[in-house]
């Protein structure tokens, strides 16, 4: 029987990433999903400044960004009122390459990454279910439905087995020894892409706070198309499949005087929190929304997926290649469930102000809200730590079993500071799935010597005051891994403590 190294279950967003990162380090891959078509309605549609960011060792950010809008501002509207227009247009200027927050329809986004993979050769296969695996300890073995007119089943063999696919994931609930803890919101929800007119119909973001609705405006590259989000109110007794757009459009459309013109989508859902109680069990992991599930506040879902995917694509491509020991594998729940479960507790948070009922929820949306929100925004740092959390340019892996050292203020888990002061963006040298080295400063002979022996490259700057301001140490070797991490972080610059850190971690060989 023909084994194959990665089965990935599920072609949504986080499956395609996975797959283009595999693919990208020659790993063989298969990708199925049950679903006949890709995504033709724009479900998922922020993307964040860390998202873009491996996007770009894709070569695909700059073809995303042309073919999406950037947030200009941020509007809040309270019992019809506006109140508060904050400009985001720059406001993560100096953190990140990508300082905006960014629209780009999911159709056109999962269009996009299917397209590139069919270039490599590589097809999502669709109508393809799965229907039974088992981990044999050394490989897994899977059944797959073709749902097509033969209907037939294939029996087949893979390394390992990823769960991409969703909140009912198949895998997830194939393995015994992973729960799925968590809860619903009381509410039901809705979400429509609709055509229409009207003052909050300006191109820029608006979220409306009613005593009794809630409604999140998003504009795409048309500014008189928007995604829509609010809430179904007074509707207990109509099925939620019978519901359509006029039965739920109700306070907050009506008191922001929104001219609807044209439903061109339409669906309701409840939104849970949950999060599994692991992402691995043997040789299966579980990746985006099949290992955790929360509110769409802040658009953290995808993008959440995406840096699941990232984080363990050049795992696996490491293992499989012989690169590195199993164990490598343990870092990817490791580093992502802390994350997960911060995120859910988060958004939950949010998402309770800004949805829940009663005398108290009101109080804090119509006058605690507004008075609070522009002066802590005027805060010293307060924008960019507020940037951070939303792009998750903020994760790090401290602490976790694989990464080291601290050089500056710069330790091993964090991302790599950005700087352009050095006259160029040092985030340019990061453009390719590679281990690196950085030195701001001279590098050592020996370090010059090290990287020359191991194919690694090493990319030294200039040191200015810019380096200093952004945490790096002078003359100081920062070892990169291939999702722009500091694997290690290392004052002296000497190789020998990167030689101590690969071997503790089981890691045998950087290039590819």
């Known amino acids: 029987m023909n084994r194959i190294p990665v089965l990935i279950v599920g072609g949504g967003p986080s499956g395609l990433v996975l797959a283009s990162w595999l693919q990208r380090q020659n790993v063989g891959l298969r990708i199925i999903d049950k679903g006949e078509f890709r995504a033709s309605n724009s ?14 060792k ?15 501002a941020a509007n809040l509207w309270i019992q019809g009122k506006h109140r508060v227009r904050l400009p985001i247009g720059d406001i993560g200027k100096g953190v990140t390459p990508y300082p905006f927050v960014h629209v780009y329809p999911q159709d056109r986004h999962e269009k996009l990454l299917e397209e590139k993979l069919a270039e490599a050769g590589i097809t999502v296969e669709r109508n393809r279910e799965l229907v039974n695996f088992k981990d044999h300890g050394d490989h897994v073995s899977f059944t797959v439905l073709h749902n097509d007119t033969q209907e037939r089943e294939e029996n087949c063999e893979a390394q390992y087995i990823i769960g991409c696919d969703g909140a009912s994931s198949t895998v997830r609930n194939g393995l015994s020894d992973i729960h799925f803890p968590g809860g619903t919101y009381q509410s039901r929800f809705y979400v429509a ?30 500014s008189s198309r928007v995604r829509v989000v609010g809430m179904v109110n007074n509707k207990p007794d109509v099925p939620p499949e019978t519901l359509t757009f006029e039965d739920v459009s109700g306070t907050a459309i009506d008191s922001l005087k929104i001219k609807v013109e044209k439903v061109n989508w339409f669906s309701t859902y409840r939104v849970h929190h949950r999060v599994a109680s692991k992402f691995r069990s043997g040789r299966a992991f579980l990746v985006g929304d ?11 879902g995808m993008n959440t997926g995406i840096g699941d995917a990232v984080n363990l694509a050049w795992k696996l491509a490491a293992v499989l290649q012989g690169h590195a020991d199993p164990s490598l594998l343990d870092s990817f729940e490791e580093e992502r469930i802390p994350f ?33 929100l522009p002066v802590a925004m005027r805060l010293p740092g307060a924008t960019d730590y507020a940037f951070r959390i939303l792009s998750q340019t903020h994760i790090t892996y401290r602490g976790t079993s694989c990464v080291g050292g601290v050089a500056g203020h710069v330790h091993g888990g964090d991302r790599l500071p950005y700087t352009t002061a050095i006259g160029l963006d040092n985030y340019e040298a990061l453009s390719q799935i590679a281990w690196q080295v950085h030195v701001y400063g001279t590098p050592k002979e020996e370090m010059i010597a090290w990287c020359r022996d191991k194919d690694v490259a090493l990319h030294a700057f200039d040191w200015t005051e810019d380096c200093k301001g952004v945490g790096f140490a002078r003359d100081a070797a920062y ?11 290392n004052l002296s610059g000497m190789p020998a403590q990167f030689e101590e850190y690969l071997g503790a971690c089981g ?5 590819t």
Do not use: C
Not at 43 to 56: G, K, Q, T
Not at 294 to 299: K, L, T, V, Y
């Open 479 to 489: 070892l990169l891994r291939p999702d722009s991490y500091v694997a290690f972080a």
């Open 58 to 72: 894709l070569g695909l950010a700059d073809e995303v960004i042309a073919d999406g809008k950037q947030m200009i």
């Open 290 to 300: 099949a290992g955790h599930i929360h509110s769409p506040a802040g658009g953290q």
């Open 43 to 56: 479900r998922a549609i922020v993307m964040h400044a860390r998202s873009l960011e491996l996007y770009r």
């Open 507 to 511: 890691i045998r060989k950087l290039s």
């Open 193 to 222: 892409d609709i055509e229409a007119s009207g003052p909050a119909i300006n191109g820029e973001v608006h979220v409306s706070l009613h005593s009794s609705d809630f409604l999140l405006i998003f504009a795409y590259n048309d």
């Open 340 to 372: 997960a479960r911060a995120l859910i507790q988060r958004t939950d948070q949010a998402f309770s102000i800004a949805t829940s009922g009663g005398f108290l929820a009101d109080i804090a949306r119509s006058y605690i809200v507004p008075w609070i």
